[in-house]
Every structure is written in structure tokens, then in C-alpha cells.
């Protein structure tokens, strides 16, 4: 069977699948890491931007010379996938998004980085600080969210995936969004599966942002469909 990645979103971590993995079939090699700065993983002496998680994929399928891979990428994580795709096809064979957001935009981001304040996240929803704390430790939290704004500042200013790159990915994409996304709309992700060559489209009934509010067992049942493993 052909090894699946699983690719982690901003502030998320690859911990984050545990719950995924039972709802896969056993036999199937499944691989996940933490970007830098996320899970407890080291931040880079590179700058903290979409451009150096993708070359931090690349550069950890290079080491694991693990053939192409399917990925499926969340959030970020999609965006992450696509932008390898685009730049070394060869090793991907299919990707899989979901949540991931592509019309970016000052005034986008902007909007984005209005919820990025750490002392508000401590004092609105201390459930959410503690979250984060326990799952970056030892890396310090507050640092991840200023970094993450800054990088979500830069995206507003030159997005990376921009139609006409999204229209050089060879490599056949699912690209799914939930009916009930606070962040990603609907339109942007048909505008993004129009862009693509080689794309399907898929929207995920009464389906929030969060990874944590997805339906794990509708998200399993899709990518063993599209990624031919059921």
C-alpha cells in the first residue's frame, strides 16, 4: 500500500491524528511529524514561513526515501502538501485537503491575526491556552502564535499558491471544506479546485474548522475512498 503522510495545521501538531489512526486500515504505513516550532519540535534558524515547511517536507522525504506518498493535509498542512507537489511531483501520488485556506489577502489576514493574541487567548478561553501549552511544550506557545500571525501577515502580503500555481499541480488533489468552516469558505475552496488540473471537490456535511469538531469517521470514510484503501 502506498504510505500515507499525515500533515498537521498552524498551531496543531501531529498528536493531533491519534484518533484518526483506528479508523485506517492496519496494514497501511501511516506517517506524521511536527512542523518547526509545533509539537514540541525545535523552531528553525529559518524563517518562520509557509516557503520553509515546505522545504522541511521535502527535505524529510528526502531522508526517509520513501517513494511517492499520498498526504493528506489539514489546514495548513494541505497547504504545505501542495506547494511540494507543485515544486517535486514526483514524490507525491495523490493529496487530500481539508480546511485549507487559499484566498489570502492583507485584509485576510488581518482578520486572522486578530485572534493570534496570546494575553486575549489567556484571559477568554484559558481551556484553549492550556491546550496549546501542553501540546508545544517545551516551546513556548505565546512565541508559536506571534510567529504564526507574522507568517499569516507575509501570506496576506504574497500568497504562495496563487491560481496560476495551483494550475501547475500535476498531482491529483481532493480538496475538501467543511459546510460550517469559519475561516475557509466554501467558494474559496471551488475556486481552488477550479484552478487545479486534476481535482475533486468535496464538501463535508455540518463540519466545523477544528480538526477536534471534524467527524473522524466521515474524514476516515473519505480518505480510504479517494486514496483507494477501503
Same mark, same amino acid.
Given at each position: 500500500?502506498?504510505?500515507l503522510l499525515l500533515l498537521h495545521g498552524a498551531l496543531g501538531a501531529?498528536?493531533? %491524528? ?9 496494514? @497501511?504505513?501511516?506517517?506524521?511529524? *511536527? ?17 520553509? %515547511? +515546505?522545504? !522541511? $517536507? ?7 526515501? @520513501?517513494?511517492?506518498?499520498?498526504? %493528506? ?24 485537503? $481539508? ?16 485572534? @493570534? ?10 481551556? %484553549?491556552? !492550556?491546550? &496549546? !501549552? ?9 512565541? &508559536? ?15 504562495? &499558491? ?8 500535476? +498531482? ?23 484552478? @487545479?488540473?486534476?481535482? !475533486? ?12 469538531q471534524v467527524s473522524l469517521p466521515l474524514l476516515a470514510q473519505a480518505? *480510504?475512498q479517494y486514496f483507494a484503501y477501503a
Open positions: 500500500m502506498t504510505p501531529d498528536s493531533q %491524528f491519534k484518533p484518526l489512526l483506528p479508523l485506517l486500515p492496519a496494514a @497501511l504505513p501511516v506517517y506524521s511529524f *511536527n512542523l518547526a516550532g509545533h509539537g514540541g519540535e525545535p523552531f528553525s534558524d529559518q524563517p518562520f514561513r509557509m516557503e520553509s %515547511f +515546505v522545504q !522541511q $517536507l521535502l527535505e524529510w522525504l528526502a531522508a526517509r526515501q @520513501l517513494g511517492p506518498v499520498q498526504v %493528506f493535509g489539514y489546514s495548513m498542512g494541505g497547504y504545505v502538501a501542495l506547494e511540494a507537489a507543485r515544486q517535486q511531483p514526483q514524490r507525491f501520488r495523490k493529496i487530500f485537503t $481539508l480546511a485549507t485556506k487559499f484566498a489570502w489577502a492583507p485584509e485576510t489576514a488581518a482578520h486572522e491575526t486578530a485572534r @493570534l493574541r496570546p494575553e486575549a487567548i489567556q484571559k477568554k478561553v484559558p481551556a %484553549f491556552a !492550556q491546550t &496549546l !501549552q501542553q501540546r508545544h511544550a517545551p516551546q513556548d506557545w505565546a512565541q &508559536l502564535l506571534h510567529q504564526t500571525a507574522d507568517m499569516m501577515r507575509a501570506l496576506g502580503q504574497q500568497p504562495l &499558491l496563487t491560481s496560476e500555481k495551483l494550475g501547475q499541480i500535476q +498531482v491529483p488533489v481532493r480538496v475538501a471544506v467543511g459546510d460550517r468552516d469559519q475561516m475557509v469558505t466554501v467558494e474559496e475552496t471551488v475556486a481552488a479546485y477550479r484552478s @487545479l488540473p486534476s481535482a !475533486q471537490l468535496q464538501v463535508l456535511p455540518d463540519t466545523r474548522h477544528p480538526l477536534e480518505l *480510504n
